[in-house]
């Protein structure tokens, strides 16, 4: 054995055969290094080949234990023969449990023999353990030695594909995505460096070359209390990620329409507004989308067909847009839509045009042919819009206006518009305000007939009772009630009012017969329980029904003549009469008093006007009135405000009249004074 001490270079082939022939794994070992390793330790650590090259003893025989002593003892540099066990790394990435015996060839000498074989009672039954244990785990494991994989377990080919015999070998930043290679490596040292574990998400390329989300955790590999390498666990995270994903888009879009929704919109008009700094040349716009009959299409054909609606609405302001464009909705049946790089406003009309034009095409809703027509207001960036929400804001002014103008249209924003558009919400103000202190009261404008001044009854009339005590009328607050909906709710308190009006007037004057008007809005005649409601308030309240008239405006009866004429037959089905209001505004045709179950036609103020002039107006009250009195219809004079149109309707035989010149609204205790009465007094009430 004298001639192992210079093995690679001076052992005879006689001693290297004998070495090579034993069934042990024998190695030579000088100053720490392994400098010689027989055949079967050769193949054992997967060397092919007689080469053997020295390498430290730490990397070949891990956790070195002298018999059951303390895995931190040292064997090497031992002057006594000492026996030990450990791990060896074996070929194919398996751990191979030894235990042997460490002997120095003299006492003098430098250089030592280690003799090992497997160990089949303790060593090797725990280094099966441990690679089951691996082996079951979800988690992919991979132990890195000197840059190169040394063993994987079966859930890193689950995850990436890679079997163990191709990955062990390789250098594990090939796995690595090379965008995040330098980051990532050295996040890893330097974690080790201090002394800890490295945790990271990031990506790894499966074989088949796909991104695999993981998160990963790369520990040291301690030997004899030096770091030797990695253990590096991997965490398939793809579904979480996907999750998370999900989440995300879910947030930062509406979940009916899939467009973009508030916030994501006002990120991208803030990112428009930063290259608008950067590029003089190229600006933005908002166009903001409201559309005009969506509340009556939900309430007449449910929530379900105004959900799909909406959807539709939002895949035709998608095709209306260009690519560079956003289309998003901001709540409600409220859009938007971000036009970027455009030098002018009418860049802006030619996309508000498009979409408008979208918009004016019937939908098909569940077999209904649906034009549901929309508002659009345009803003252009301008010097003075130094946050993007002042731009939505400015557009929402535009589309106010468009819709104030009576929808279907596109209004570009000026300054102008704004101030406009302020009175009106300040008017809102004033409302909501009358309506919270209950400010507004309900009187009673006389109706007589204009020959003998016989009380034929009364208009109910809504006043505002404004903090200093005096009346206005709340004609001005009533159209904007109506804009609001808010029409709906006061409509409905007033004609409960009246009707216990008339209750009270019939128990205390019993021999009166006269009538009570009230008027109804567009809004509150079409609303799907306005029958319901009427016959709850007859009931409850008492009031006669045959004394009670309810006025429609002729633009509420020609905007839908068919649905109208159904309402009106089942007014009449309540034993109530029915009037037109304002006939003559816009010329309506005289059918409606042929086809509709009509009582009164109530003559616009402008007709009433006319008969102290001469030319067509006058011609057509003349008719008005014949008209009236062949078909069995009261005609009533509204607006009466002179005595010679007082003569006039008299003369063309125009029964029922009112106005100032007969009597301003009353309330409550004149008005039932008036009752007691019977007869208008000679001077004009007030």
């Avoid at 034993?22 to 100053?31: A, H, K, N, S, T």
């Avoid at 059918?591 to 103020?605: G, M, Q």
Wanted: charged residues 25%.
């Amino acid at each position: 054995m004298d001639d192992l001490n210079l093995p690679e270079n001076s052992e005879s082939a006689e001693q290297r055969a004998i070495l090579d022939g034993l069934p042990l794994l024998v190695f030579l070992e000088r100053e720490g290094k392994l400098v010689y390793a027989n055949a079967e330790a050769r193949r054992t650590l997967g060397d092919p080949g007689d080469a053997w090259a020295p390498r430290p003893v730490e990397d070949v025989l891990w956790g070195l234990l002298p018999g059951m002593a303390n895995p931190q003892t040292q064997i090497v540099g031992s002057i006594e023969s000492r026996s030990f066990h450990a791990t060896v790394p074996a070929r194919g990435g398996r751990l191979v449990g030894v235990e042997g015996t460490y002997s120095r060839l003299t006492p003098e000498s430098q250089d030592a023999v280690i003799v090992a074989l497997p160990s089949d009672r303790e060593q090797a039954p725990r280094t099966r353990l441990m690679e089951d244990v691996l082996g079951c785990i979800p988690e992919a494991v991979a132990i890195v030695h000197e840059n190169h994989i040394i063993f994987t377990n079966p859930s890193f080919t689950r995850i990436f594909g890679f079997s163990s015999e191709e990955a062990c070998g390789a250098d594990p930043r090939r796995f690595m995505v090379p965008e995040t290679r330098l980051h990532e490596i050295a996040m890893i040292e330097k974690s080790i460096e201090l002394g800890g574990n490295a945790a990271i998400e990031t990506v790894r390329i499966n074989k088949a070359g796909e991104m695999v989300d993981v998160s990963l955790v790369a520990a040291p590999l301690v030997v004899n209390s030096a770091v030797i390498g990695l253990v590096i666990t991997y965490r398939d995270i793809g579904e979480r990620k996907q999750v998370e994903a999900k989440l995300q888009h879910d947030a930062m879009h509406d979940l009916l329409t899939g467009l973009p929704n508030r916030a994501l919109f006002l990120d991208r008009l803030t990112q428009a507004f930063s290259r608008r700094a950067r590029r003089a040349d190229q600006s933005c716009g908002v166009l903001f989308v409201d559309l005009d009959r969506f509340k009556e299409i939900n309430d007449t054909l449910g929530h379900a067909a105004g959900d799909v609606l909406l959807v539709m609405v939002a895949e035709r302001l998608s095709s209306a847009i260009r690519p560079q464009d956003t289309a998003a909705r901001l709540g409600g049946d409220e859009f938007a839509i971000l036009v970027e790089n455009i030098s002018s406003i009418n860049d802006l009309e030619v996309v508000a045009n498009r979409a408008l034009a979208e918009m004016a095409r019937p939908f098909d809703v569940f077999g209904h042919a649906i034009i549901a027509g929309a508002s659009i207001g345009a803003a252009m960036a301008g010097s003075d819009h130094l946050a993007p929400e002042s731009l939505i804001r400015d557009a929402d002014f535009a589309m106010y206006s468009a819709k104030q103008g009576g929808g279907a249209q596109v209004e570009v924003f000026d300054k102008n518009l704004r101030i406009q558009v302020t009175n009106q919400q300040e008017r809102e103000r004033e409302l909501r305000q009358a309506l919270d202190k209950r400010e507004y009261e309900v009187w009673y404008q006389p109706i007589y007939r204009l020959k003998t001044g016989k009380l034929e009854g009364f208009e109910s009339q809504i006043l505002w009772r404004r903090p200093s005590g005096e009346m206005e009328s709340f004609r001005d607050m009533l159209l904007v009630a109506e804009e609001t909906g808010l029409s709906i709710s006061i409509g409905r308190e007033t004609v409960e009012t009246a009707c216990r009006q008339m209750r009270n007037w019939t128990v205390m004057l019993p021999q009166s017969d006269v009538t009570l008007t009230v008027d109804l809005t567009q809004k509150q005649f079409f609303h799907p329980d306005m029958i319901a409601q009427l016959k709850r308030i007859l009931a409850v309240t008492g009031a006669e029904p045959s004394r009670m008239m309810f006025e429609i405006s002729e633009t509420t009866l020609s905007e839908n003549p068919d649905a109208a004429a159904a309402i009106l037959n089942r007014m009449v089905d309540c034993n109530v009469r029915v009037a037109i209001d304002n006939f003559g505004s816009v010329m309506a045709p005289l059918n409606h008093l042929v086809r509709l179950p009509i009582d009164v036609v109530k003559l616009d103020s402008s007709l009433t006007a006319a008969a102290t002039a001469k030319g067509r107006k006058f011609a057509v009250l003349d008719s008005i009135i014949q008209i009236g009195r062949n078909l069995g219809v009261q005609v009533v004079a509204q607006g009466i405000e002179s005595p010679e149109q007082l003569e006039v309707l008299c003369r063309l035989g125009c029964e029922l009249g009112q106005g100032q010149l007969l009597s301003g609204p009353l309330d409550h205790a004149r008005a039932q004074e008036l009752v007691g009465r019977g007869f208008r007094a000679l001077t004009t009430q007030t």
